[in-house]
């Protein structure tokens, strides 16, 4: 949201930058024209002058109607379309900002959890390939003397997939706490926008009833 405000701004000082130097072009322009002898030719002349001094000025119209829309587009998406007042962000815009960064935080969870099983998947495949080798080569007695190799090669797998499930835990209960956390704000928001559309409801509402009806509601109220 912030960037889109500094992006604005930055967007208005260069627009105020453009109309300064097509002014200056213009009027360097205006100075270089050649003057001509005659009087035919001065005639002629300042018609020409004239055309492209309407042309000019019909650009420069166009030009200030195009920048002062899309300040106003800008100035529109910053403010709030209903009330357009103190509160300068718009819903949507929070939203928006919510929503990146819980992909963000769900990518990230989702990446961590595919590389822990593609580990925990590797560890488990490394140790039956030992466990298998020692076995074919030390016959029955290397395959009961290499037991506990195996053993412990399985237990390393099994605290790997539990580290893996407690990682991706871990990463599923941050993400729902980064949900609660960014979606209350904007019920908070929301709440607000809609005490004050009925505040101005209630305000029209009132201006229009005539003062009778207004003190009998009062009073039926206390």
Sequence with gaps: MLLRIQTALVNQHEQQQQQQQQQQQQQQQQQQEPKEGNEKGKGKGKRKQQKQQQQQQQQQQQQQQQQQQQQQQTEDELLLPTSRDCLRYTAKDFEVVCIDTLRRRLISSLATAAATEAATAAAAAAAAGAAGAAGARGGVRGSTKSFPAAAAAAAAAAAAAAAS???????????????????????????????????????NNQQQQPPIIIACSRILCF
């Design 165 to 203: 499930s407690g990682v991706y835990r871990r990463n599923l209960r941050g993400m729902m706490l980064m949900m609660i956390v960014l979606v209350l704000p904007l019920l908070l928001l929301l709440l607000l926008l809609l005490f004050q559309l009925l505040q101005q409801h209630n305000n």
